[in-house]
């Protein structure tokens, strides 16, 4: 018999791999492919007004 033959364990590579892909199933993407910084979520330039009072402290409502 040779070495190639010779049942063996099985190769670490499709455990492995059967493995991410369920924690991937279970937990869904971890890490995103872009961060929040670099998406363009409201498009519009951040000096005008309606940012300033979308993002103004609690305290300056009084």
Do not use: C, K
Request: proline share 13%; glycine share 6%; no cysteine.
């Amino acid at each position: 018999m040779t070495a190639e033959s010779t049942p063996g364990p099985a190769s670490p590579e499709p455990r492995a791999s059967a493995a991410r892909r369920r924690i991937a199933e279970v937990f869904g993407e971890v890490l995103p492919e872009t961060t929040s910084d670099e998406r363009d979520v409201q498009g519009g330039p951040a000096t005008s007004e309606a940012w300033y009072l979308e993002n103004r402290p609690p305290h300056h409502d009084r």
